[in-house]
């Protein structure tokens, strides 16, 4: 998982995405779905309906990666037990084409 504020481009992407959160739920087609980050276009910064969701697997390359320290390294493992008690109480959203709110 990366930190808030890595920089990354996403698989035929063409501008660079910064990681604004993880784990993001939003409501798409009547259903909530689970994303594991949220992103804006690098170096613009975040505008309200252009937010972009992806996953993991969707990132091509990692350009920079956010600030680390021992909070930041408590909240992966509480997050990756989070998901893991609960992969079954939430859908897990797919990528197939770019996927924004604007």
């Known amino acids: 998982m990366l ?15 910064m990681i604004l959160n993880r784990g993001p739920m939003i409501k798409m087609n009547e259903e909530e779905l689970m994303f594991d980050y949220s992103g804006c276009i690098y170096p613009q910064g975040l505008v309200p309906d252009n937010v972009f ?9 990692v350009i920079f990666e956010g600030y680390r320290d021992a909070d930041e390294e408590r909240y992966q493992k509480l997050y990756r037990d989070w998901t893991t008690e609960n992969h079954d109480k939430y ?12």
Not at 4 to 14: A, M, N, Q
């Open 3 to 17: 930190s808030i504020g890595s920089i990354v481009y996403l698989k035929e992407g063409t501008s660079k995405l």
């Open 53 to 61: 969701y992806f996953n993991h697997e969707n990132i091509d390359e």
């Open 91 to 102: 859908k897990r959203g797919k990528v197939s084409e770019p996927l924004s709110t604007g």
